[in-house]
């Protein structure tokens, strides 16, 4: 197998759907959450006494940081699409929180400015970081239990 790089996270919003992403995503191999945004002054500084990382106050600086490769976009549904679009425009990889859009028109804005910028886009809501998710893939890759067929 070859070694893979570590992808380093923001996450933009970490109330109640982006607070519960941030210890299974440190907890995941090859991803490491490197720092937030949020208006609250508490959770910026509760982000950064519990995981050393950097906390921003806006998107826009979340956005702008060179150490960000993605950023998980866990804001209310009518910032998914400015957010997102933001963050692509910025160059960096996306996953957004479901509903992905308000409307059609705004999913078919961000998808084409990912696509403009070369950059990935999930949306969803997504388990893959739930510690049994990870637990099950380590007991995979690991080949203790014969081939994945």
């Known amino acids: 197998m070859t070694a893979q790089r570590t992808l380093k996270f923001g996450v933009l919003g970490i109330g109640n759907a982006g607070g519960g992403v941030l210890a299974t995503?440190?907890?995941a191999p090859n991803i490491e959450v490197v720092a937030v945004a949020d208006l609250r002054p508490h959770a910026r500084a509760a982000f950064e006494e519990a995981y050393g990382g950097k906390a921003y106050e806006t998107a826009e600086e979340l956005c702008a940081d060179p150490d960000v490769d993605a950023i998980w976009v866990a804001t209310p549904n009518p910032f998914h699409a400015p957010h997102t679009i933001m963050a692509v425009e910025h160059g960096k990889h996306v996953v957004v929180e479901k509903p992905m859009a308000l409307d059609l028109k705004e999913a078919?804005?961000?998808i084409a400015a990912?696509?403009?910028?070369?950059?990935?886009?999930?949306?969803?809501?997504?388990?893959a970081f739930a510690p049994p998710v990870q637990a099950m893939w380590r007991v995979?890759?690991?080949?203790?239990?014969?081939?994945?067929?």
């Open 25 to 27: 995503m440190q907890a």
């Open 108 to 110: 078919k804005s961000m």
């Open 114 to 127: 990912a696509d403009k910028n070369g950059v990935k886009l999930l949306s969803g809501h997504t388990r």
């Open 140 to 149: 995979i890759r690991s080949g203790e239990v014969g081939a994945l067929k």
